[in-house]
């Protein structure tokens, strides 16, 4: 985030869940130094899943697009990576 910061010019928004990694005290410095830079941040409610798209995402991979069964770790990487490949194709999100 930071090299991004530097390398844009005009005010920048990023969302965010509130998972832990997005809420660690040890992160404060520099979430501040960012915001100091220009960088704002906007949390989303503790549990808002039909805020976020890639929970929606995630929903719809896991219910629809893979078939229910024992997937290894390659073998569910490659199943991800096919339903990336057809994104906006084969395999796509509509929202209400």
Excluded at 14 to 38: C, F, M, Q, R
Excluded at 70 to 87: C, M, N, S, W
Aim: aromatic content about 14%; glycine content about 4%.
């Amino acid at each position: 985030m930071m090299a991004l910061i530097e390398r844009v010019s005009k005010p920048m928004v990023v969302i965010l869940d509130n998972a832990s990694i997005h809420t660690a005290k040890k992160l404060k410095p520099y979430w501040d130094l960012l915001e100091e830079k220009g960088m704002r941040f906007y949390f989303l409610p503790p549990y808002s899943p039909e805020l976020n798209r890639i929970e929606l995402l995630w929903h719809k991979m896991k219910y629809e697009w893979l078939p229910f069964k024992t997937y290894t770790p390659d073998e569910l990487a490659q199943a991800i990576d096919e339903i990336g490949r057809g994104f906006g194709s084969k395999y796509t999100l509509t929202f209400c």
